[in-house]
């Protein structure tokens, strides 16, 4: 069975752009929750979706949004990107009441 | 949500035992006690969930107190591959509350 799969893999962009990382679930998950890593802030959780809807949220200004398609393939966008979004996003799908498969992970700088 | 605390880091010799414990005074009668290792610019992966007494799988075992305050981790005979960074979660799976808070993690560092 494949695992999670982001794309791109890394991608940069300039401050005030925006931009949207795709993330494809393991076949079968519904599950999809998104999260920011950076140096100085850690693992922290942006969104969960389940079922193409928003099921949690985390601590995000609202340039950071989400959906889900009926596939239960996820996007994530940024929009008006600052200096501080540079990190590595991590998408990562799970089935039901099951722990979480984390994919490789978006690289993503902002200059 | 139940809050973490781990110890930043350790240090460890190819073939030792590593035991990594993790503090969750908070935890929730329906939560369940997760680790997971992440290796530099990689998602992390699960290594071993529990939710009391001890629970052992080909990677590691998982101690868990009769209070379930407290876990530990822990990993036989590492080596030199086991060096990364280990993440202790609580959270209950299913329904609205699946979201995973991730604390600072224990970066283990093995030398040979």
């Known amino acids: 069975k494949a695992g999670v799969t982001q794309t791109p893999r890394y991608l940069i962009k300039t401050r005030g752009q925006q931009v949207t990382l795709s993330c494809s679930p393991i076949?079968?998950?519904?599950?999809v929750s998104w999260y920011q890593q950076t140096p100085g802030q850690g693992l922290q959780f942006l969104f969960e979706?389940?079922?193409?809807?928003?099921?949690n949220k985390g601590n995000f200004p609202g340039r950071f949004s989400g959906r889900q398609f009926s596939n239960s393939r996820s996007e994530m966008n940024v929009s008006t990107l600052e200096l501080g979004d540079s990190a590595l996003y991590l998408c990562?799908?799970?089935?039901?009441?099951?722990?979480?498969?984390f994919g490789p992970g978006t690289r993503l700088t902002v200059l | 949500l139940a809050k973490t605390t781990q110890p930043i880091s350790m240090d460890s010799y190819e073939g030792q035992e590593v035991n990594i414990t993790c503090s969750h005074n908070?935890?929730?009668?329906?939560?369940?006690i997760t680790w997971y290792q992440q290796f530099p610019s990689q998602g992390p992966r699960f290594i071993i969930q529990?939710?009391?007494t001890k629970v052992t799988n080909e990677v590691a075992s998982l101690f868990i107190p009769a209070d379930r305050k407290s876990s530990t981790l822990s990993l036989p005979r590492v080596s030199l591959s086991d060096t990364a960074v280990y993440y202790c979660?609580?959270?209950?799976?299913?329904?609205?509350?699946?979201?995973?808070?991730f604390g600072t993690g224990t970066l283990l560092a093995v030398q040979p």
């Open positions: 990562a799908s799970r089935a039901d009441r099951d722990e979480q498969f």
């Open positions: 076949s079968g998950h519904r599950s």
């Open positions: 979706y389940f079922s193409e809807t928003q099921r």
């Open positions: 908070n935890i929730a009668t329906n939560d369940y």
């Open positions: 529990g939710y009391k």
């Open positions: 979660l609580v959270g209950s799976y299913g329904g609205a509350t699946n979201k995973l808070i």
